[in-house]
């Protein structure tokens, strides 16, 4: 059994463009959940748009 000591939370990086989840990740929910942007490869698009962070 895995103990987790931090505060983690997986959420998922949302294309902006066309609302497609093409990333997992993990980000630190201890004083909230920060508004994360991030430019991330769409293949969808085949370039570069914001993903934005999306709890489940
Ligand atoms: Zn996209």
Do not use: D
């Not at 059994?1 to 497609?20: D, F, H, I, N, T």
């Amino acid at each position: 059994m895995a103990k987790r000591k931090s505060k983690r939370e997986y959420v998922w990086l949302e294309c902006k463009q066309c609302g497609q989840r093409n990333y997992r990740t993990s980000v630190s929910v201890a004083e909230g959940t920060p508004k994360l942007e991030l430019k991330k490869f769409c293949k969808n698009e085949r370039m570069h748009v914001v993903h934005k962070i999306r709890r489940k």
